[in-house]
């Protein structure tokens, strides 16, 4: 069972910065799926940022590619925002998850929300203008 706990929210005016920090407890993350997730208020969960530890590739939503970067370092997941905007504003949770296999081909889920089993409790991001 993966724990996560998220920290680093706050409130931020327009075009400002913040960076999420996502700690993730567990045995080993040497393969584990890892995704940024963000739900605003009357608005269904829109993934954000994904990526698998035993690889370097890194999926972006497009409404967040070149302003957000995601990043892992042993234990913490990160997400690096930059030039924040109003719609932004959400909370952001950590999500984890294992490959799924098929046929000896292994994959995450990235945008699929329903892949990850362990979502930490989430962290509150406001953008004013």
């Known amino acids: 069972q993966v724990q996560l706990v998220e920290s680093g929210g706050g409130s931020v005016q327009t075009g400002g910065s913040l960076t999420l920090s996502c700690a993730i407890s567990?045995?080993?993350?040497?393969?584990?799926?890892l995704g940024w997730f963000r739900q605003a208020p009357g608005k269904e969960l829109e993934p954000v940022a994904s990526l698998f530890t035993g690889a370097t590739t890194r999926l972006y939503s497009r409404s967040v590619e070149g302003r957000f970067t995601i990043s892992h370092n042993k234990n913490t997941l990160y997400l690096e925002m930059n030039s924040l905007r109003p719609e932004d504003t959400a909370t952001y949770s950590c999500a984890a998850g294992y490959e799924n296999c098929d046929g000896g081909v292994c994959r995450c889920g990235g945008e699929d929300s329903e892949t990850y089993n362990s979502w930490g409790q989430g962290t509150q991001v406001t953008v004013s203008s």
């Open positions: 567990t045995t080993t993350t040497s393969q584990l799926c």
